[in-house]
Structure formats: C-alpha cells, structure tokens
C-alpha cells in the first residue's frame, strides 16, 4: 500500500492550508500578517496560482484565485471572511476579535466589504 501524497503528507501535519493569490499585494500583505500571528505554526500557505496544487487538495483553481479559501486538515472548507474568522478562532492572537463577528449586522457587512474588495482586486490582477 503506496503512502500519501505530499500535499496530503503535509497537510496532515498542518491544521489549516491557506490558498493565497502570491500575485496580489493586499492578498500577499494578509498572508504575512497571518504568518506573523501564527506562533503555533497551524497554517500552511500554499499559492492559490498552483492550480495542480490546488486542485489536488480537492478545490476549484478558478475559485480559489476569487477570494481566499481556507482548509482544515479534515479537509474542511471556508472561504472569505467566513474563513478568516474561523482562521482567528484558532490563533490565540486573534481569538479575542472573533465575538466581534457575532455582532449582529457585522457578518453582513464585513462579507459585502470582502466581496467589494475582491472583485477590485481581481480588476487590477491577471488571471492565468
């Protein structure tokens, strides 16, 4: 019996993969800030460029380059703010934010303001 891929390998030993656009400054300036709040080594960042990357580890390359896609190792999925919160909820750093996106009207608006902010982003990157 063969062992697992290394993506599969890897991200068993990483709780969370998170697929970054490493064409897209804010998209890069994120992953840094995220790197920097990550001092229990939980993410892996994986460029969401590598479309065979991405599309072995089950996701949709075209939608992975949309807004950001995070996955556990369970190989659970979420995505934009949704997935960044879930993100915070496992970074102590960052933990005490997340009652803040239980605010009623807050997940409203911070998933509009996602969404906004994407769709600029993607005017102004190429797509391969």
């Keep these: 019996m063969r062992g697992p891929s ?13 697929f970054v656009d490493t064409d897209c400054a804010l ?8 790197r920097r709040c990550d001092t229990r080594h939980i993410i892996r960042f994986v460029s969401a460029r590598d479309g065979q990357n991405v599309a072995r580890c089950g996701l949709d ?12 190792a369970t190989g659970e999925v979420r995505t934009g703010v949704d997935g960044l919160v879930w993100l915070f909820a496992h970074l102590p750093v960052l ?3 997340v009652w803040l996106y239980h605010i009623p009207g807050v ?17 102004n990157i190429t797509v391969p």
């Design 6 to 18: 290394a993506p599969e390998a890897e991200r068993k030993l990483t709780p969370f993969t998170v």
């Design 27 to 34: 998209c890069r300036l994120c992953a840094n800030w995220l």
């Design 95 to 97: 933990r005490r934010l």
């Design 107 to 123: 997940p409203w608006l911070a998933r509009r303001l996602y969404r906004r902010i994407a769709r600029r982003r993607l005017m």
């Design 61 to 72: 390359p075209w939608l992975a380059l949309e807004e950001i896609h995070i996955q556990s």
